[in-house]
C-alpha cells in the first residue's frame, strides 16, 4: 500500500511569508502528527491531528497551525516565517487508536527561509 | 518534563564489530518504546518496537534491544554490524497508550562503519 506522501518535497521562502504543507496518510490511518527536526533541536513534536481534532499539541508559538479533513489529509500552516523555521518538517501517520500503535513516516518537506 | 538520552551523538565502527546504543528515558509510567533508523537521504523507518511483554525485541536487519524498565533503558543492538547501516539512529517514547501518536525523540546517533 501507498506509504506518507508530502507536499512539496522542497520549498524556498521569505521572512514574514506564511507556507502550506500537505500531508496525506497511509490509507487507514486517522491521526497524522507533524515534527520539525533541525541540526540544533533535532526532532520536535509540533502537534497531533485525529479525527479532524487536534489532540496533542508541542512547545511551538501560534504561528504554526494545522488542520486536518474529513479524509484524514492534514495540512500545516506557519505563518509569519522567520529565519528559524527552515527546517526539514516531517509527518507521521498511524491507525490513531489502540493500546499500541506505531507511526509511519513520510519523506518531509524542507524549509528554506531567507 | 519528559525527555530520552542518547548516550552516543557519533560512533565509528568497522565493518564486523558490534553496535551498542544507549536510550535512556525520564517517564515514569506506562511507554511505548521505538528505534528509527535515517538513511542518508531517506525518510525515517522503524527498526523496531517495544508495546509489551518480552524485554528484548527483534526488529529488522538483524537489529535488537532490550527493555530494561527498572534503568529506563531500551538500549539498540547488533552483533556485526555491515557498511550498509551506515546511519543516523533515533530512539523514541510516546508516553501515551491509547493510541496518541506523540513521539518524544532522543537527539540522535550518527554511526559510521567503515569497511
Known amino acids: 500500500k501507498a506509504g506518507v506522501t508530502q507536499t512539496p518535497r522542497y520549498l524556498i521562502k521569505t521572512r514574514g511569508q506564511q507556507v502550506t504543507l500537505s500531508c496525506s496518510p497511509i490509507?487507514?490511518?486517522?491521526?497524522v502528527s507533524w515534527y520539525q527536526q533541525t541540526p540544533g533541536q533535532g526532532l520536535q513534536f509540533l502537534f497531533e491531528y485525529f479525527s479532524e481534532t487536534q489532540r496533542n499539541k508541542g512547545n511551538f508559538p501560534g504561528r504554526f497551525s494545522g488542520r486536518q479533513f474529513s479524509n484524514s489529509r492534514s495540512e500545516m500552516n506557519v505563518s509569519t516565517l522567520e529565519l528559524g523555521d527552515s527546517a526539514l518538517y516531517l509527518c507521521?501517520?498511524?491507525?490513531?487508536?489502540?493500546?499500541?500503535?506505531?507511526?509511519?513516516f513520510g519523506q518531509g518537506t524542507r524549509l528554506t527561509v531567507v | 518534563a519528559q525527555s530520552v538520552s542518547q548516550h552516543n551523538h557519533h560512533v565509528i565502527l568497522s565493518e564486523a564489530a558490534s553496535l551498542e546504543l544507549g536510550c535512556n528515558y525520564s517517564y515514569g509510567g506506562t511507554v511505548n518504546l521505538f528505534w528509527y533508523v535515517q538513511y542518508p537521504g531517506q525518510h525515517l523507518q522503524l527498526l523496531l518496537k517495544y508495546f509489551s511483554g518480552d524485554p528484548l525485541v527483534k526488529g529488522i536487519k538483524g537489529f535488537e534491544a532490550e527493555f530494561i524498565k527498572s534503568k529506563f533503558s531500551f538500549n539498540l543492538r547488533k552483533p556485526s554490524v555491515q557498511w550498509s547501516d551506515t546511519a543516523e539512529y533515533f530512539c523514541a517514547v510516546n508516553p501515551f497508550t491509547g493510541g496518541y501518536n506523540k513521539l518524544i525523540f532522543g537527539a540522535g546517533t550518527r554511526l559510521a562503519v567503515h569497511p
Open positions: 490509507s487507514g490511518h486517522r491521526s
Open positions: 507521521a501517520t498511524s491507525l490513531g487508536q489502540g493500546t499500541n500503535t506505531e507511526a509511519f
